[in-house]
């Protein structure tokens, strides 16, 4: 009877729009396809580009076999706080269904949600589960996180990992990819939400690292299960991508590392992109204006004032 009814606990995707209204019909369209009841699957589509009305003009000119709830935000408020919009709607909708977070240029595997299932019915302490990715390359993008907070190394690729498809398990993992990541919301005490300081990378590792902390159980499939085409959306800003990869892990760093690793990753973001400046300006400039930027919020916060939320780049000042 168990079995039954985990088969059947509804799985909420929540995916976050901007400018990508693609990536998202061509996702929604890849599941239908893939997926024989439709019944238990629903997508939260948070729209972080208030501009971008393709979404809903699709959704209302072609309904669906599936229901799509479509969440504005009213402007860019960054992958996390978008996330948080959708997770907070599931949360007040069924505290006992699955929020599953799938990025827009991410494609389920044929029998994916079928394994996370089996993977949940095998162990009931399951609170946050990610699954293994690859790059269309067809090579292991992210197999399990790892996190030492003496030297800051946040490391997301282990050659040695097994990865076969059988037998159907879990492993242990310090943080999983925001690309594909698994709420169990029914274990949580209170609704899990992102740090909204993040905008844009380390969001992930941060979410994990503090419910790992409050003892929930953290696992990562063994089976690959999504195709993942890393930084397709991000890569059409290059440094303001740098920037605020550079911001996420110094603040990332300040709040889970020892004073030596975040001391290390200072001196690195100062010195290692002298080596690349002329062969990627883009990139030099991206890192040490999250260098800047890091060391700006820390100035204010000991003077006690007003922390602007985000860093100003084209992805902040847009929509």
């Known amino acids: 009877m168990g079995i039954q009814s985990e088969d059947h606990v509804p ?32 997508f939260v589509i948070v729209n972080n580009s208030p501009s971008d009305q393709s979404l809903r003009q699709w959704n209302e000119a072609a309904p669906i076999p599936m229901a799509v709830q479509l969440i504005e935000a009213g ?13 907070r709607h599931v949360w007040q909708t069924d505290r006992s269904a699955l929020a599953w977070l799938i990025n827009p240029d991410a494609r389920l595997d044929p029998g994916a ?21 690859r790059d269309p390359r067809g090579e292991v993008w992210f197999s399990h996180g790892s996190f030492n907070r003496w030297t800051g190394s946040l490391r997301h690729r282990f050659p040695a990992d097994d990865c076969r498809p059988l037998p159907v398990r879990t492993w ?56 993942h085409q890393v930084s397709a959306i991000t890569q059409r800003a290059p440094r303001a991508k740098y ?58 916060r000991l003077l006690r004032r007003p922390e602007p939320p985000h860093p100003r780049t084209s992805f902040t000042v847009s929509s």
């Open 172 to 227: 242990p993992t310090r943080w999983m990819s925001g690309c594909s990541m698994l709420f169990r919301l029914g274990i949580f005490r209170d609704c899990p939400q992102f740090d909204p300081q993040y905008f844009l990378d380390y969001e992930d590792a941060d979410i994990s690292e503090r419910h790992h902390q409050q003892g929930y159980c953290l696992r990562v499939t063994q089976a690959v299960l999504v195709e």
């Open 243 to 300: 920037q605020h990869a550079t911001f996420s892990k110094l603040y990332f760093l300040h709040r889970h590392a020892t004073p030596l690793a975040l001391l290390l990753n200072l001196l690195y973001y100062a010195v290692r992109p002298l080596s690349f400046c002329l062969s990627d300006p883009e990139r030099a400039r991206g890192r040490w204006w999250g260098l800047g930027d890091y060391l700006r919020w820390c100035w204010r």
């Open 75 to 87: 402007a860019n408020l960054g992958f996390g706080s978008g996330c948080n919009l959708g997770l």
């Open 113 to 133: 949600i079928a394994y996370v299932r089996q993977c949940l019915r095998d162990d009931e302490q399951i609170a946050m589960l990610g699954t293994r990715i």
């Open 11 to 42: 799985i909420h995707f929540i995916t976050v729009n901007y400018h990508c209204g693609d990536y998202i019909r061509g996702l929604i369209e890849a599941v239908i396809a893939s997926e024989e009841d439709l019944g238990s699957l629903r």
